[in-house]
Nanobody
Framework: QVQLVESGGDLVQPGGSLRLSCAASRSNLTFYVMGWYRQVPGKQRELVATMSSGGTTTYEDSAKGRITISRSIAKNTVFLQMNNLEPKDTARYYC????????WGQGTQVTVSS
C-alpha cells in the first residue's frame, strides 16, 4: 500500500507560480504511474498531468506550457510546477499513484485570485 501526502497549495495572485509536492510512503516511484488531478466542487475530478514509470509525461491541453510534472526518485516525491496561474486553475489538487491498484492523496487547495 502507498500513502500519498500532497503539500504546497496556497492562495496566489493571477500570473503567480506554485510548486506542489506529493510525498509517497513507498520507495521507487519508477514502479508507479503518477498523476496530478484537480477538482472543483460540483465537478468531476480532471486530469492535469501524468508521468509513466519510465518518465514519459502527458498534460491536459490547458496545462501545456504552464505546468510541469517531475519526480525525485531519491525523495519519493512527485512535483507539479505551475506557472502563470489563472483563476480557472483554482481547485483542489490530488496526487495519484497506480501500480495495478490506485492510490490517492487527500489533496491540497490551490486558489488563484487577486
Amino acid at each position: 500500500q502507498v500513502q500519498l501526502v500532497e503539500s504546497g497549495g496556497d492562495l496566489v495572485q493571477p500570473g503567480g507560480s506554485l510548486r506542489l509536492s506529493c510525498a509517497a510512503s513507498r520507495s521507487n516511484l519508477t514502479f508507479y504511474v503518477m498523476g496530478w488531478y484537480r477538482q472543483v466542487p460540483g465537478k468531476q475530478r480532471e486530469l492535469v498531468a501524468t508521468m509513466s514509470s519510465g518518465g514519459t509525461t502527458t498534460y491536459e491541453d490547458s496545462a501545456k506550457g504552464r505546468i510541469t510534472i517531475s519526480r525525485s526518485i531519491a525523495k519519493n516525491t512527485v512535483f507539479l510546477q505551475m506557472n502563470n496561474l489563472e483563476p480557472k486553475d483554482t481547485a483542489r489538487y490530488y496526487c495519484k499513484a497506480v501500480n495495478g491498484v490506485e492510490y490517492w492523496g487527500q489533496g491540497t487547495q490551490v486558489t488563484v485570485s487577486s
